[in-house]
């Protein structure tokens, strides 16, 4: 029989534990799990005009809405695109929760909305728009969309993690 202290010694113990630890890092780093338990909650007012309104601007008006399906993880609320007086749209979230990840962030995309696992990777598929890291899993907030942005074709938004390619929630932007 082996003793305790003769494996102890053995180098390839020693070679065996420093790469379960080297592993257990790189796990760590790239799957983050603490944020199964961490929620940045956002609560940014509605786009409006700011000042008097001004003869012949129009007031903001929601053109585009959606609701939330769970991919990934649980997601729901919902969105808007406002289009402001000036010409400018904003993507809304409303009363959005989702969990915490790494690295997600808000796409605007031409892939169909589609429900359950089916419906998890392919909003990157085809053309898609990054309108920039999500501010918080809970709350909501607006995201600039570029004028160049053609909503006939991004018809829907997703919440992507780039880390591992795959929608945690999404909803289709139907017109109003």
Request: overall charge negative.
């Amino acid at each position: 029989m082996v003793s305790a202290s003769k494996i102890a010694r053995s180098r390839i113990t020693w070679v065996v534990a420093v790469v379960l630890v080297i592993g257990l890092g790189i796990g760590l780093a790239l799957f983050q799990p603490w944020r199964l338990f961490t929620n940045t909650t956002v609560e940014e007012a509605a786009p409006t005009i700011s000042g008097p309104a001004t003869p012949g601007v129009p007031e903001p008006k929601t053109v585009y809405t959606g609701t939330f399906i769970a991919h990934e993880h649980a997601t729901t609320g919902t969105v808007r695109v406002i289009q402001l007086g000036d010409g400018r749209r904003v993507l809304r979230l409303e009363d959005l929760d989702t969990s915490d990840g790494p690295a997600l962030f808000v796409w605007l995309s031409d892939a169909e909305v589609l429900p359950g696992s089916d419906g998890w990777g392919v909003f990157d598929d085809g053309e898609y728009l990054n309108l920039g890291n999500l501010k918080g899993n809970k709350g909501s907030q607006n995201y600039d969309i570029p004028a160049d942005a053609d909503l006939t074709t991004l018809r829907s938004v997703s919440i992507w993690c780039d880390r591992f390619n795959v929608s945690f929630g999404a909803a289709e932007l139907n017109a109003v």
